[in-house]
Nanobody, 122 residues
């Protein structure tokens, strides 16, 4: 069982930056695939980024070049550095984890955090 707690959300002006953190419980964090998803009001939850234990990384096209996912296995934490934020990045951001699957689908992940709100003003 893995528990995930996100933090770091908030209100920022367009062009600004935020860094989200996701702290995970468990002693085998390093083996898990970690992902970030987001859900804007009235829209479906969508993939943002994912990182494997090996360091393989994927991003949604909408955030490539602006967002960076990273992990610190010693701290059981995954990060999402978000730069050049746009109003369309406004959403609740969720951290997700899975022991075996790697992908961009919600069904690829067994464990989810409660989410953290990111609001980008124009």
């Amino acid at each position: 069982q893995v528990q995930l707690v996100e933090s770091g959300g908030g209100l920022v002006q367009a062009g600004g930056s935020l860094r989200l953190s996701c702290a995970a419980s468990g002693r085998t964090f390093s083996y898990y695939v970690m992902g970030w998803f987001r859900q804007a009001p009235g829209k479906e939850r969508e993939f943002v980024a994912a990182i494997r234990m090996s360091g393989t990384i994927d991003y949604a096209d909408s955030v490539k070049g602006r967002f960076t996912i990273s992990r610190d296995n010693a701290k059981n934490t995954v990060y999402l550095q978000m730069n050049s934020l746009k109003p369309e990045d406004t959403a609740v951001y969720y951290c997700a984890a899975d022991r075996y699957n790697y992908g961009a689908r919600l069904s690829d992940y067994d464990y989810w955090g409660q989410g953290t709100q990111v609001t980008v003003s124009s």
